[in-house]
């Protein structure tokens, strides 16, 4: 089990190039459809991933 503000992250579908991400409450309130996003991974070192947000979906922890 993960503490509340603990991030996860969850792979989908590689052919869609979408993934989604759990933040702390205090993060999700200032997201918005649409926003730009980059994303990095500690496997890339020096590489940020341009994005932006598609969806947001309400969750209960």
Known sequence: MMAGATPALIFIHEGDK????AFPQTVVQ?????AEAEIVFDAIPGKVLQS???????AVS
């Open 18 to 21: 979408v993934f989604a991400a």
């Open 30 to 34: 200032r997201l918005m459809l649409g």
């Open 52 to 58: 932006k947000v598609s969806g947001l979906v309400d």
